[in-house]
């Protein structure tokens, strides 16, 4: 079955610090892998998308790291602000554009 | 641009009622999807429309779920006979199909939370 899981479920960590979330996926085959910010009671907003041969992938203080060979993934926040309290999300696409395996999410709240 | 809009941002309605979901995506995206949102779960594909051709309705849960979408544009999801179950957030997303922009990019709407009491 194809499945991504994330972890940790939820984390908390001071303004400034770095954190690192991870995802591991099984779904097959793969297409892509994408990173999601969902802010509460907004919609997701796309961070990074990944193809097979990209290792890795910066937005600004949000850097994602994908292992195809092992199919995990991880995205690393650098100095991060209470404006990164959110959800992020992994995506992880089969094929086609409507084969969408979605995470659960890890839910981040920064404190100052 | 304006990006995706849904309508109502909030739903309580009785069980056994009937719900209608309006999804405007960004003008011009030619793909829409839905999606449900159900506590601590991940995002559920509901179903796809992609200009003109048939929708992907393989993700709706059961015959009680119908989506349409006129002229291309707008999109109204229905549930007939809400159950408690059916609580959750449900999701718009469009993407632009036609080769500008990133074609992988899906662009969500604030999401309808609805209520089954």
């Known amino acids: 079955k194809n499945q991504v899981e994330q972890s940790p479920q939820s984390l908390i960590i001071l303004e400034g610090k770095n954190c690192t979330l991870q995802?591991?996926?099984?779904?097959?085959?793969?297409?892509?892998l994408r990173w999601y910010k969902q802010d509460t009671g907004r919609g997701p907003v796309s961070l990074t998308i990944m193809t097979f041969s990209e290792n890795t992938k910066s937005n600004g203080r949000y850097t994602a790291t994908l292992d195809a060979d092992t199919k995990q993934s991880s995205l690393h926040i650098t100095a991060s602000q209470l404006s990164d309290s959110a959800s992020y999300i992994c995506?992880?696409?089969?094929?086609?554009?409507?084969?969408?395996?979605f995470g659960a999410g890890t839910r981040l709240a920064v404190h100052p | 641009g304006a990006g995706v809009s849904q309508s109502p941002s909030n739903k309580v309605t009785e069980k056994g009622k009937d719900v209608e979901l309006r999804c405007d995506p960004i003008s011009g995206h030619t793909a829409l999807y839905w999606y449900r949102q159900s506590l601590g779960q991940g995002l559920e594909f509901l179903i796809y429309?992609?200009?003109?051709?048939?929708?992907?309705k393989s993700g709706l849960p059961s015959d009680r779920f119908s989506a349409e979408r006129t002229g291309g544009s707008v999109s109204t999801l229905t549930i007939q006979r809400t159950q408690q179950e059916d609580s959750a957030v449900y999701l718009c997303?469009?993407?632009?199909?036609?080769?500008?922009?990133?074609?992988?990019?899906?662009?969500f709407g604030p999401g309808t939370r609805l209520t089954v009491t």
């Open positions: 429309f992609q200009g003109n051709s048939a929708p992907d």
């Open positions: 995506v992880v696409s089969s094929g086609g554009y409507n084969k969408l395996i």
């Open positions: 997303a469009s993407s632009p199909r036609d080769g500008r922009g990133n074609p992988y990019e899906q662009y």
């Open positions: 995802c591991n996926y099984t779904v097959s085959p793969f297409s892509n």
